[in-house]
């Protein structure tokens, strides 16, 4: 069964890139102990909070401030993704984060869709995202600006990311004003480490998708919304457990969640959270009794809600469909 599943063709729509470094890869650059910078990137028994969390995403961005760098780590990541047989990735990034040494963020999106091309085998379209800790910050606006600049061409949409315990998604109402004036869509982080007041102010804000949404279960109105919307929300449970939202992974409310609602099953950021998405996939089978046929219908959903135009959706769907008989017939 875990060579079947490794098999299956797979969509991620919540994958951070300077969450799935290769560690290998900064360990090289800053010239450190491999050991050492693991420690450093990956989720440990002290990370107890998203605050924690993002605390492992330092080395990475480090490094990330060069176009051969920002080209060889996305190269990187697509290699990994083909070879777990991801077929279709939205791979998400702030780039302001990436111009400290002197790169527009102009120039750090050009850079990241030059390592795109190295790996045609795995469709992938990027997801800029604004920064909650930017709110008097004008690289937001920079961000919509080159976003819309993008569009359709390596771009297909805006992200708002960051502590959302700290940064209320209500407060960033101006952002998402221009970028709707500008059309382009975005998904918007919320529900994570915030109740599930949180996610009613990204859907206020327009939000077509919700970026972990998981706090949708305090509250039987909002799911009920979100059902009739057609609302799909990115879940993560591997990350959620590292963020402390959750216990353990055995506590997850993903099977409720997919049992209610539309949902598509996510990494988050693969190094920092140490899994795979067929890592991900095992434990949904495992701890929560999924069905190969559960796995298809969040994949279906995610090409669905994906920033896909329908041609392309229409044509991974077909690919999904038929590969799931494929593996659903052999085991």
């Known amino acids: 069964m875990k060579k079947i599943i490794k098999e299956l063709p797979k969509v991620e729509l919540h994958l951070h890139l300077d969450g799935s470094v290769r560690v290998s890869t900064v ?9 050492d910078a693991y420690s450093k990137m990956v989720c440990d028994k002290n990370t107890h909070s998203l605050t924690d969390y993002l605390t492992k995403f330092e080395l990475p961005v480090r490094i990330m401030q060069t176009k051969e760098n920002l080209k060889r780590v996305t190269k990187e990541l697509l290699e990994d993704l083909k070879e777990e047989h991801v077929i279709y990735v939205e791979l998400r990034f702030a780039p302001l984060l990436h111009t400290k040494e002197g790169l527009t963020q102009k120039e750090v999106v050009e850079a990241v869709i030059e390592g795109i091309k190295e790996i045609p085998d795995v469709i992938c379209n990027l997801i800029l995202c604004c920064t909650r800790d930017n709110l008097e910050n004008e690289q937001n606006f920079e961000t919509v600006k080159v976003a819309k600049e993008f569009l359709g061409h390596g771009v297909v949409a805006l992200d708002l990311a960051g502590d959302e315990s700290k940064y209320p998604t209500k407060q960033f109402q101006n952002l998402f004003e221009q970028a709707w004036k500008l059309g382009i869509p975005y998904t918007i982080h919320a529900g994570e480490a915030s109740d599930y007041h949180s996610i009613l102010e990204a859907l206020h804000l327009g939000a077509s998708r919700i970026g972990h949404g998981i706090a949708t279960i305090e509250n039987e109105e909002l799911m009920n919304r979100l059902r009739k919307n057609e609302i799909l929300l990115e879940v993560c449970p591997g990350s959620n457990v590292d963020t402390n939202i959750v216990t353990e992974k055995k506590n997850h409310p993903v099977k409720r ?12 950021n693969r190094t920092v959270s140490n899994i795979t998405l067929t890592e991900e996939y095992e434990d949904l089978i495992e ?10 219908e969040c994949n279906l959903n995610a090409i669905e809600h994906s920033f896909l135009n329908e041609k392309e959706k229409e044509k991974l769907k077909k690919q999904i469909e038929e590969e799931y008989y494929d593996a659903t017939y052999r085991s």
């Open 27 to 35: 360990a090289e650059i800053l010239n450190m102990d491999y050991e």
């Open 257 to 268: 969640l997919f049992s209610n609602l539309l949902i598509s099953i996510n990494t988050d």
């Open 287 to 296: 701890l929560f009794d999924f069905t190969l046929n559960d796995i298809k």
